[in-house]
């Protein structure tokens, strides 16, 4: 496990920016996710809404 701190206004602003990956009509909203990766080299947000395009 790596403990870590982030500014946390930086990190909301992250969020919403990922969160419109996702989009707020989701059929299958099961498949909708949010994946934190937390690296030596940063953090990093990936959105996904489950659909192929």
């Known amino acids: 496990m790596i403990k870590f701190s982030i500014n946390k206004v930086a990190f ?3 969020l919403k920016i990922t969160k419109q990956a996702i989009g707020s009509k ?6 909708t996710k949010l994946k934190i990766e937390v690296t030596t080299e ?6 996904s809404n489950g659909q192929i395009s």
Do not use: E, K, R, S
Not at 26 to 31: E, F
Not at 42 to 47: C, K, M, N, P, R
């Open 42 to 47: 940063g953090i990093t947000l990936t959105g």
């Open 12 to 14: 909301q602003n992250a």
């Open 26 to 31: 989701v059929t299958i909203p099961a498949l």
